[in-house]
């Protein structure tokens, strides 16, 4: 079995599925405007999809990932329960205006992009076929442990560690690059090696577990997925029942694991104590799913009764009270564009540079969201609730369709066809959680800090990665017949 990778949407059948959403929410009462508001945003978007190049482009994974995550689950499982698409929503006849308005944004920018982009990306072929098994795993040895070593460096390396730390992205991308490697020099027959199985156990316990991450834990898998699927790999059945076990350990145990548990840590707990209290609570996954749902049992919610996981799988609730504030006359002006620009400069320049947290202060506008003190947590937006906020239809039309013609001009221009090379599907792994979830200012940010982590993964991997693979796999004359 192989799994999907879609390169575009027949029309004709997101017609029919759009059809048939639009019958089954008039049967559920849905009122008339918004199912038809669903039906354009389905069908534009699908537009959209095809003409920014489907999942072989970036621009076609931003635009798939902000269609399903923000608006299209939301709407299927809202059908699956029988409820009213329109129902539970404070404003919800902007809300599908500011969706259709979006998706129409996402085809202007998909066709400016498309007539200037490059064809073929400038780091396409940047990386040679014989050195992939050692950056892969010169990728794993410098991710784990490049901080320690520049940290010997002493205060002199303090900026470079911070620098470094934030650009770090060489695990995930150690984990692509292998999978690639494995694929092809079995000729399909392999996707996982020794050294790929460690650092997504590394990964996975330090980086999720740890620190209570969803993104974390569920990041190792989708960067082993993401090469399965675009090299069109066949999986076994084993293969196939083990990743629906693993999904189903994330999804039943893991995610209420990291959203309750990251509420209640105690911060001023030893680390020996802060581990047992994760141990605690992985120990009786029954019971904290139990607690989970009580926690959560009263939080605003899309469906008429709170759906565990279902609930981070659509936008459509949370962007509902921000653009609702909105229309209250709470139009927030343009200023996150500005300081998302600004924060880009590096901390060595601008020292006291502040921590931009604009969910936390939506979340304070909207009231109720959290505590009044609470300037830490923040609240996930789309970026078309973003853009409404910022400036109503001028941020929709207007401001949100210039800044993702320039976002997918440069990330097709820098990386062509995305299954081509490992940093090209390194950049669908961020895209999958910029896109539904980091705003409009998300955008801004995977433009400028994001090509930064992009462009140094892909320069480390193909130029220096090699040589810390020497420690673990010789010299290359000596390790070449293994390799």
């Not at 010997?152 to 984990?175: C, D, H, R, V, Y």
Request: net charge neutral; proline share 5%.
């Amino acid at each position: 079995m192989r799994l999907p990778f879609p390169e575009r949407v027949p029309l004709n059948r997101a017609a029919l599925f759009a059809a048939a959403l639009f019958i089954i929410q008039t049967l559920e009462g849905t009122a008339l405007y918004f199912s038809v508001g669903c039906v354009a945003f389905l069908l534009i978007a699908a537009l959209a999809f095809n003409v920014a190049g489907g999942l072989t482009r970036a621009a076609g994974a931003y635009i798939f990932f902000y269609s399903l995550l923000v608006v299209v689950i939301g709407l299927c499982y809202k059908a699956f329960l029988g409820e009213p698409a329109d129902s539970n929503l404070l404003d919800p006849h902007t809300d599908i205006e500011v969706y259709v308005g979006g998706a129409t944004s996402l085809l202007v920018a998909a066709l400016l992009s498309r007539r200037f982009a490059r064809k073929t990306g400038l780091l396409q072929n940047i990386l040679k076929e014989s050195l992939m098994y050692r950056a892969s795993v010169g990728c794993f040895v410098f991710g784990i442990g490049g901080a320690f070593l520049i940290a010997m460096l002493g205060k002199g390396g303090e900026g470079l560690n911070s620098a470094f730390t934030q650009l770090n992205q060489l695990l995930p991308l150690g984990i692509i690059i292998g999978v690639m490697y494995e694929i092809r020099q079995s000729g399909g027959k392999r996707s996982t090696n020794f050294f790929i199985s460690f650092a997504t156990v590394f990964y996975f316990f330090f980086y999720g577990l740890i620190a209570f991450s969803k993104q974390g834990m569920l990041e190792p898998m989708v960067c082993w997925a993401v090469p399965v699927c675009a090299l069109r790999f066949r999986l076994s059945l084993l293969q196939i029942g083990s990743s629906l076990l693993v999904a189903f350990i994330v999804f039943y145990c893991l995610v209420p694991y990291s959203q309750y548990g990251r509420s209640r840590l105690d911060k001023t707990q030893s680390f020996s104590q802060q581990l047992d209290y994760r141990l605690s609570l992985l120990e009786h996954p029954d019971k904290l799913r139990t607690e989970y749902k009580e926690d959560t049992a009263n939080d605003a919610s899309y469906y008429n009764k709170p759906q565990g996981f279902w609930d981070r799988l659509q936008f459509i609730s949370v962007d509902d009270g921000l653009i609702n504030i909105t229309d209250q006359g709470k139009v927030f002006g343009l200023s996150p564009i500005k300081a998302t620009l600004f924060n880009t400069i590096p901390h060595f320049i601008w020292p006291n540079k502040p921590n931009l947290n604009y969910g936390n202060l939506y979340a304070h506008e909207m009231g109720g969201a959290m505590d009044e003190n609470d300037t830490s947590t923040g609240i996930s937006f789309s970026p078309t609730s973003e853009a409404y906020h910022m400036a109503k239809w001028v941020g929709v039309l207007v401001i949100a369709p210039l800044i993702w013609a320039l976002l997918f001009f440069v990330l097709d221009s820098l990386f062509g066809d995305i299954r081509a090379t490992p940093w090209g599907l390194l950049a669908l792994v961020m895209i999958s959680h910029s896109a539904p979830e980091g705003a409009l200012t998300g955008a801004i940010s995977l433009l400028t800090f994001g090509m930064e982590i992009l462009i140094f993964c892909a320069c480390f991997a193909a130029w220096v990665a090699p040589f810390f693979a020497i420690p673990i796999l010789g010299s290359p004359r000596r390790s070449s017949a293994a390799v």
